[in-house]
């Protein structure tokens, strides 16, 4: 009897290896939801290789929740090949939180497809379709995987009843994939008692991998092992994600060339994902500057795919704005492309040093998309044209020009930046916020080189909060710092914002890494300052006393004097500074030719009107004077440039050469994004000069930045 149902088994395998050998996987389809206001639907994108996405249907919905959830909202999409290599099956779950919040959530929708392109669809009450289950109040994240033993198809899901920990179940889909044909079976509980939940089963080698989250007693992914796919299930006690950052949703894809597999996982509080590659499921290898995508999943799944479904794909929901927006030459700044979409005009622009007389974008083509010219082109002599043909739709054709810019200076999201020239290297040195987070919920800082502040090199992480600071882990802001020669050497001290108080950090290279002091340096409001936060540093050496000097505040400007060792505040001379009801935040201030210019944003981050205002005055203590022309540099919305702010300055050592840095919203998208506009920011630089009085110019931003900059020595 043994052998008959090995034989049944083998057989089974054996005629699933068939179905899918007989098909070539050329590219992968992520199917996944997006969280936010009417977010709870299900996209689509599209990857040749598994590390490059783009979206589909413009990062719109490709199924309406309304039709096929009971709550008209569905999340954590999970999509498989079934076993005859040409059906398609989804699970996700039934849950709605812009309308009924953090549930009770009691369905999941059941999905069906023979093309990938139009679906059938089974929503299924757990609570009303089993008695003893009618307690339940969450059924959450399922999935779906081939029992060839059973030769049927297990749904696994995460399910709580009442306050207790969510466990792992499964039961068996019905043959016509619309309902289930089992009572719902635990699968797995967490040993010590913890919730887990995102289950994701990998079969390999002859072993079941199930990864999960945990809950309530640590949080992150780990696996579980079997050798049998119902049961029998042994922890590997280490979490496997390669962050500190909480995670969910556990993916993991095989890649097509047999190189190993895929573990991606939603980092739910950065709004971004994160993805790994491990050849064993057992080590995992952090590669996330191998990955690109031009949306914000949330919990979804990949599945390989051949080259006819992705040409299915393409020719139901890309279009030729997504192919012409689809460059990968990393030559190309791809955040600030623009496209004008009445005239059929790119603009794509590139980094410093880029050749343009025969350059090619690299568009993105997937199957059933062609471009014509294929070949790099010469892009000096003006726009070049480029017809783009999907299968099945009218070619288009689009005028593209390439130029070089400088500004962005840094590629990527980045803010509050603060320059210093070093001596002991004599380079340049961006020190910015890390941007591009929800809410600005960044952990970590980086610094950037430069020889002659156009070419920048990215230096890495100099402070990670929560690797390397004791007293706070969340919302790394606003750095400043100050280089000093102490005997021979050369020490650097860096002051940063982290969850509203400020620190402060040494190292002896001004590309670190830095060692965190221990402890904030301010962490309450100055006496008498009712409102405002601790943020916004800022270092100041007075080149008449040989004082040294730190201002601070958000809503208030106050300073004190540092003691010797540039680690403590000397008691008792803090004084408050603030300017005037308009004053918000960001405080710089240097000094020229016998005055103190003290620089402040005003306005809030998020508004297009953020811009940089100044006063003067003869002591670095005030009181200060307000030009009646005090403005340094605001948007100009002719150009698209909006939310001018929070900067510094550097002066060309010996010269009365003079720079300004700052952040702006992200160019061209910034200014349709709302509130997130405020923590999708970009570095540049302008310059800025000064009349016969002294008085600053007001600086016009530009996105042809500066030209480079050489330091006689």
């Not at 790119?346 to 025969?358: E, F, H, I, W």
């Not at 000096?380 to 288009?396: D, E």
């Not at 021979?488 to 860096?494: D, H, L, T």
């Amino acid at each position: 009897m043994k052998k008959i149902v090995l034989l049944g088994v083998l057989v089974g395998l054996y005629t699933t290896a068939i179905a899918q050998s007989q098909q070539k996987f050329s590219a992968y389809l992520f199917t996944y939801f997006t969280g936010g206001k009417g977010g709870e639907e299900i996209r689509f994108a599209l990857s040749n290789d598994g590390y490059h996405f783009r979206a589909l249907n413009n990062n719109r919905p490709v199924l309406n929740s309304a039709d096929i959830s009971a709550t008209g909202g569905v999340r954590d999409p999970h999509i498989i090949r079934a076993a005859d290599g040409k059906t398609f099956y989804m699970v996700t779950t039934d849950m709605n939180t812009e309308k009924y919040g953090w549930g009770p959530d009691y369905s999941m929708v059941l999905l069906k497809s023979t093309d990938l392109v139009h679906w059938s669809s089974k929503t299924i009450d757990i609570t009303k379709l089993y008695e003893k289950f009618a307690g339940v109040n969450r059924v959450w994240a399922p999935q779906t995987i081939y029992d060839p033993q059973a030769k049927k198809y297990m749904i696994y899901w995460s399910m709580r009843f009442g306050q207790e920990a969510d466990k792992i179940y499964y039961a068996y889909a019905n043959k016509d994939f619309t309902g289930l044909e089992t009572e719902p079976k635990q699968l797995f509980f967490k040993p010590d008692g913890g919730a887990c939940i995102d289950g994701d089963i990998v079969y390999k080698n002859n072993k079941y991998y199930l990864f999960f989250k945990t809950e309530g007693s640590g949080a992150g992914i780990k696996i579980a092992v079997s050798n049998k796919l119902t049961s029998g299930y042994v922890l590997r006690d280490k979490y496997v994600q390669q962050t500190k950052d909480p995670v969910e949703g556990a993916g993991t894809f095989k890649l097509n060339d047999g190189s190993g597999y895929i573990l991606m996982y939603d980092l739910y509080t950065q709004g971004k994902y994160q993805f790994t590659r491990t050849t064993d499921l057992e080590n995992f290898k952090l590669i996330d500057d191998e990955v690109s995508m031009n949306f914000h999943p949330r919990h979804g799944t990949v599945m390989p795919i051949t080259s006819k479904e992705a040409a299915a794909l393409t020719a139901k929901w890309e279009t030729p704005e997504d192919v012409i927006l689809s460059p990968l030459n990393k030559q190309i700044k791809t955040i600030n492309i623009v496209l004008d979409t009445a005239a059929n005009k790119v603009y794509l622009p590139v980094k410093p040093g880029t050749s343009l007389k025969s350059f090619d974008p690299h568009f993105t083509l997937f199957p059933g998309v062609a471009i014509s010219p294929a070949k790099p082109q010469d892009f000096t002599k003006g726009a070049v044209k480029y017809s783009v043909a999907i299968a099945g739709k009218k070619a288009q054709a689009f005028e593209v020009t390439a130029q070089e810019t400088h500004n962005p200076a840094i590629a990527g999201y980045y803010a509050d930046p603060e320059i210093l020239y070093a001596e002991k290297t004599g380079k340049f040195y961006i020190y910015p916020t890390s941007d591009g987070f929800d809410g600005w919920s960044g952990k970590y800082f980086k610094a950037f080189s430069s020889d002659d502040m156009v070419n920048w090199k990215d230096e890495g992480k100099i402070l990670d909060l929560p690797q390397d600071v004791s007293w706070a882990k969340k919302n790394a802001w606003a750095p400043c710092i100050i280089e000093k020669k102490i005997g021979n050497e050369y020490k650097y001290f860096y002051y940063f914002a982290a969850a509203q108080k400020i620190g402060v950090a040494t190292a002896n290279d001004p590309a670190g890494p830095f060692t965190d002091s221990g402890k904030p340096l301010v962490a309450q409001l100055p006496e008498g300052v009712k409102g405002g936060q601790q943020i916004d540093a800022d270092v100041f050496a007075d080149p008449q006393t040989g004082k040294n000097y730190l201002y601070w505040g958000n809503g208030y400007m106050a300073v004190a004097e540092l003691n010797d060792d540039m680690v403590s505040l000397k008691p008792g001379t803090t004084k408050i500074l603030t300017p005037y009801a308009h004053y918000n935040e960001g405080t710089y201030v240097f000094y020229r030719n016998g005055t103190y210019y003290f620089m402040w944003s005003e306005n809030d981050t998020r508004s297009p009107n953020y811009s940089v205002h100044y006063g003067t005055s003869k002591s670095p203590l005030g009181p200060i004077e307000i030009p009646e022309q005090n403005t340094v540099i605001a948007k100009d919305a002719a150009k698209g440039i909006y939310g001018t702010g929070h900067n510094s300055v550097i002066q060309i050592p010996g010269t009365d050469e003079w720079y300004i840095v700052y952040h702006r919203f992200n160019y061209p998208k910034g200014i349709t994004m709302g509130d997130a506009a405020g923590y999708n920011r970009e570095v540049c630089i302008d310059k800025m000069e000064f009349d016969d009085k002294g008085l600053i110019k007001q600086v016009t931003p530009t996105h042809e930045g500066i030209k480079p900059v050489h330091v006689k020595k």
